[in-house]
């Protein structure tokens, strides 16, 4: 047997899409994992595995995902590039980062709420504080 190679041990940046586009979309609606598994016959941690990326989403789980979670199931692509489009191709280290962010309770909470400011200067001054926010930490971590 052969050693496991690096995707074997990563998952799949459209996993780790899915995966969090199932969460974003679970806690948008207010369903715990426990509930949304119980509807679609898993376990809590199946559906873990699932948003994590760690284990893939069949095509047939993710139909009934959809309808559990009320969005079609091209929502859960939304965000990736066009798979025909040859210079859309994105490396998979921003998709990482996304996940990751939207991981966190924060983030995700971050990402359901900002799009719910509609004036686009209010939007605009928070991205302004939360940069120079991050600048500081920047500046005191080269300190």
């Known amino acids: 047997m052969s050693a496991p190679s690096d995707q074997d041990r990563h998952p799949n940046p459209i996993d780790l899409h899915v995966g969090a586009r199932i969460r974003?979309?679970?806690k948008i609606l207010g369903v715990s994992q426990e509930r949304l598994a119980e509807d679609l016959g898993l376990t809590f941690q199946q559906v873990q595995k699932y948003e994590r990326g760690a284990n893939r989403?069949?095509?047939s789980k993710l139909y009934e995902i959809a309808r559990s979670l009320q969005s079609s199931v091209a929502y859960f692509f939304e965000g990736l590039a066009d798979p025909t489009d040859a210079e859309g191709?994105?490396?998979g280290g921003?998709?990482?980062?996304?996940h990751d962010f939207l991981m966190t309770p924060e983030g995700l909470e971050l990402a359901s709420l900002f799009p719910k400011i509609s004036r686009s200067k209010v939007r605009r001054r928070?991205?302004?504080l939360v940069r120079s926010?991050?600048?500081e930490e920047v500046a005191e971590a080269d300190d």
Not at 94 to 98: G, I, K
């Open 133 to 135: 926010m991050a600048d």
């Open 89 to 91: 191709m994105a490396d």
């Open 24 to 26: 974003m979309r679970r």
């Open 126 to 128: 928070i991205l302004d």
């Open 94 to 98: 921003s998709e990482q980062f996304v």
């Open 57 to 59: 989403v069949s095509a």
